[in-house]
């Protein structure tokens, strides 16, 4: 997997790993403190960060003794791109689909008066 995209949503596809770039959003950890409220070792959380390093969604940095972990949240624009541009063409399918809609409806009941858009019908 090269690209980042799928990277990024390969690293989300885990609940635990959301999990943690929820509690990185609130604030810098270590990974003593993400491994905390798991029942799993240091290890496995340090191979959890690992992919999510991978894919770019945190990083660590050295605090003296302290190595806390920090979420990259630039990386949720390319997300959000990605998503926004395929909800824009399924908006705007829909909204073709509605106007056909109305159109065949005109067709069938001509004398029939339509609801204005943006109120109640």
Partial sequence: MTDPLSRIFAALADPTRRDMVARLAAGDATVGALAAPYDV???AVSKHLKVLEEAGLVTRSRDAQRRPVHLEAEVFDLMTKW???YQRQAEE????LDQVLAELDDQQHPHRARPQEGTAS
Avoid: D, F, K, P
């Fill in 41 to 43: 070792s240091v290890q």
């Fill in 93 to 96: 399918r829909y909204s073709r």
């Fill in 83 to 85: 998503i926004e541009r």
